[in-house]
Structure formats: structure tokens, C-alpha cells
């Protein structure tokens, strides 16, 4: 069982009840930062990091060697992580097969957005994350990654924790120069504090 901040009883069936999934995320918090052992009390939620994520989209965007859509770019940001309403926050650590963590998740989003009039288009933006097969999909599923490395190092600012693990991994993960080159940025900000 995930760990989420508390549970609440909605009434699924209601107008309303969509709205306890995405509650869910807001309620998540990020297991990978739980694993490292980050107390639960600054632990950043799943909704914490999609909103993040938005924004640090819209920072860098303008600083990108590519041509990004900015309308899929945000939605793309916002729902990414929206599958672990259900099937919840799956790290490595846990040794799911990639195939197995995508064909879960596609299963959730699916039922996610059953009541969303546009829900093919949100789910080929989704898919288009996931498989990073466009330009926009590409930036906003490495910057996933760079969001992650900023949230370490407020972690390690504030909490003197060895997070050395997420930027050695993330490291491998860093596909163009503009991504390397934040990711450099990032590493010598985080190795300062470190000392």
C-alpha cells in the first residue's frame, strides 16, 4: 500500500465523485522520496510535482533549441502522473518491468478519463509523453526528470539528506545538450550544499 496523507470518503457515484482520483494525487506523496528517507511532514505530493513541473516547463520554454506547443506542453505536465490516482506512485526500487508499469498505468488513464469529452486527445498527449515522440513530448518527459533534481536539492538544503542516488541515475537520462546542461547546473548547486 502507497502512502498518502490521509483518506476521505467521497461518493464516486455522484457529479462530483471524478474528482476523488484526482484528490488522490494531491494526497500521494512521492514514494521515491520516502524510500530515500525524507520524513513525511515536507514530502512533496504527486499533484505537488505535476504543478512544479508545469511551471519549470514554462520557465525553460523559451530557452529550448526546439519549437514547443505550449498548449500540450502544460496539459501534457498536468496529467503525466494523473495514473497513479490508481495505481499509485511505482519506483524502481519495487522492480515492476517498465511494460508492466506503462500497460498499468494506460489501463488506469483509460479509466480516468472516461467522462472527459476530449479524452483520446488527453490520452495520445499521454503517450506521447511516455514515448517522448515529439519535440514537446520529449522536453516536457526530460524536464520530469530536471524537476525532480530541483525538488532534491531543496531537500538537500533544508534536510542535509544524501540524494547523491537520483542525480547519479538521472545523470544517464539526460538526452541533449540543454538537458545536460541543467543537469550540470543542478549537480554543482546540489555537490555546494553537500559540503
Keep these: 500500500m502507497k502512502e498518502v496523507k490521509n483518506s476521505v470518503n467521497i461518493d464516486i ?12 494525487l494531491k494526497n500521494l506523496y512521492r514514494q521515491g522520496w520516502l524510500y530515500a528517507g525524507l520524513d513525511k511532514n515536507i514530502c512533496e505530493s504527486v499533484a505537488e510535482h505535476s504543478f512544479a513541473l508545469a511551471i519549470l516547463c514554462l520557465k525553460y520554454q523559451k530557452d529550448y ?6 498548449n500540450k506542453m502544460l496539459i501534457m505536465a498536468l496529467i503525466h502522473d494523473l495514473p497513479e490516482a490508481i495505481v499509485g506512485d511505482i ?9 508492466d508499469k506503462l500497460r498499468r498505468e494506460a489501463v488506469s488513464l483509460t479509466y480516468l478519463l472516461r467522462d472527459y469529452y476530449d479524452s483520446d486527445f488527453l490520452y495520445k498527449l499521454w503517450l506521447e509523453f511516455e514515448s517522448g515522440s515529439s519535440p514537446t513530448g520529449h522536453y516536457v518527459k526530460q524536464m520530469d526528470k530536471i524537476e525532480m ?10 534536510q542535509d539528506v544524501d540524494l547523491d542516488s537520483f542525480f547519479i541515475t538521472s545523470k544517464r537520462q539526460m538526452e541533449n545538450q540543454f538537458f545536460i546542461n541543467l543537469w550540470t547546473k543542478l549537480f554543482d548547486e546540489y555537490m555546494k550544499e553537500r559540503q
Design 149 to 158: 533534481l530541483m525538488q532534491a536539492l531543496i531537500y538537500q538544503k533544508s
Design 91 to 99: 519506483i524502481p526500487a519495487e522492480n515492476v518491468l517498465q511494460g
Design 13 to 24: 457515484k455522484s457529479e462530483f465523485g471524478f474528482f476523488l482520483n484526482i484528490y488522490q
Design 65 to 70: 533549441p526546439e519549437t514547443l506547443d505550449t
